[in-house]
């Protein structure tokens, strides 16, 4: 028997928007900073015009490290809150010190000191789009109370079990690790319950402990919302776009408005820095080691720095290590230490053997796109399950605290 197969293309006429109005309001970290203000290069370059709403100190920090908001807007807000402020919050996490409640009293003052920003936001009346950070609650607000529609992005990822609930597409607990460090190939059916748990206590503690407090917010700041819960605030985005790839992530079904659009910080490596390429190209070994623990994390106790200096000090290689805070007592001659360092270009260079690094979403989407071996130290949050995909795509090797 025969088969033939007719592949029938039909072709639309279709006009091309320009010259929309679109914000952008990322998460508070640096790298998902990054990534909004990529895409603010790239919807400037198409025509369209863009603003970037990010705390005053956001803004500072995204200056420092060399961006440029030239093609596009930025409107910075006044907060309380300060990157010092979440540091702390984060190295607690680390530390296993940080309670909920201050986790939440954290997150929902940042979006008080927005929602209470009236110029501000005002001035964004009539925008035609509203691009949500998924790690931001308050963005799902400022869009409903500008009656904006809206588009989520998910720079972390999946994130499970968080983003199967909230946007309510499938996540089987056969073979999608919720919590646990145990490979989907090696799933007992205790591990499948657990993870059934973890989804269970995830959507409890999402439903009863996080949202109540924006909702409050949200009730107090929204007037005329046509929604009758922040959680119907939330389902009301037709379409989630999350930056990741199936190469670096399990097989899972997907509902008909979640787009996988592949890495957005990976780009080809542009030209390093003269002092820079001579550090890495003159002299010997001629092979070089980076080593990034995030754009947030500094302040390491002193034993955590010392030990990975002592091991850098037994590698046969250059290494440029990006810390911002206390110095080892003493480092060689083949070791930088860096405030900031070009990472996607660094890691497309010939020279680059190794990059070590804290298992962030980015980070490991980048050694990859570059073909890059990674060793991962994961440190807190999706790091471990990011640690877990690396060793399981054979492109890395796992180091658990």
């Known amino acids: 028997m025969r088969v033939i197969v007719l592949f029938i293309t039909c072709h639309f006429a279709v006009s091309k928007v320009q010259n929309s109005h679109i914000i952008g309001i990322p998460n508070v970290s640096t790298s998902h900073g990054l990534v909004f203000v990529k895409i603010g290069r790239e919807l400037a370059k198409r025509g369209h015009n863009y603003t970037l709403v990010v705390p005053f100190w956001q803004e500072e920090i995204l200056r420092e490290n060399g961006e440029s908001f030239t093609p596009f807007d930025i409107k910075a807000y006044a907060t309380e809150i300060t990157d010092r402020d979440l540091e702390n919050m984060i190295m607690n996490e680390v530390e296993g010190k940080l309670a909920l409640a201050e986790k939440i009293k954290f997150w929902t003052s ?35 109370y500008l009656d904006i529609i809206r588009v989520d992005l998910s720079p972390s990822g999946f994130t499970d079990p968080y983003l199967s609930f909230i946007h309510n597409f499938p996540s089987p607990v056969a073979f999608v690790p919720h919590g646990t460090i145990k490979f989907p190939k090696k799933l007992t059916f205790l591990d499948r319950m657990q993870n059934l748990m973890l989804y269970f206590l995830g959507y409890v503690m999402h439903e009863l402990v996080l949202i109540p407090p924006f909702d409050r917010l949200w009730r107090s700041k929204v007037n005329n919302s046509s929604f009758s819960s922040l959680s119907e605030v939330f389902e009301s985005s037709g379409l989630l776009l999350i ?3 199936f190469a670096l992530e399990f097989p899972r079904p997907l509902g008909a408005h979640v787009k996988i659009v592949g890495p957005i910080l990976p780009d080809p490596p542009k030209p390093l820095s003269q002092e820079t390429e001579t550090f890495v190209t003159q002299g010997h070994p001629q092979d070089l080691v980076l080593v990034s623990f995030g754009t947030v994390l500094s302040n390491f106790k002193s034993d955590f720095v010392e030990t990975i200096a002592h091991g850098l000090a037994n590698v046969s290689a250059k290494v440029i290590w990006k810390h911002k805070g206390q110095h080892p007592h003493s480092i060689g001659e083949t070791i930088r230490i860096v405030n900031w360092m070009k990472q996607n270009d660094l890691l497309g260079h010939p020279s680059t053997k190794v990059f070590l690094t804290h298992g962030g979403l980015n980070s490991i989407l980048e050694g990859a796109y570059h073909g890059t071996p990674m060793v991962v130290l994961p440190l807190f949050g999706d790091q471990s399950a990011n640690a877990m995909k690396v060793y399981e795509a054979g492109i890395g090797v796992v180091i658990e605290l």
Not at 114 to 135: H, K, Q, T
Request: overall charge negative; aromatic content about 0%.
């Open 243 to 245: 930056a990741n790839d």
């Open 110 to 144: 940042i979006c008080e000191s927005l929602m209470e920003n009236g110029d501000l936001l005002d001035s964004l009346r009539g925008a035609n789009l509203v691009v949500c950070d998924i790690a931001s609650i308050c963005c799902a607000i400022v869009a409903d």
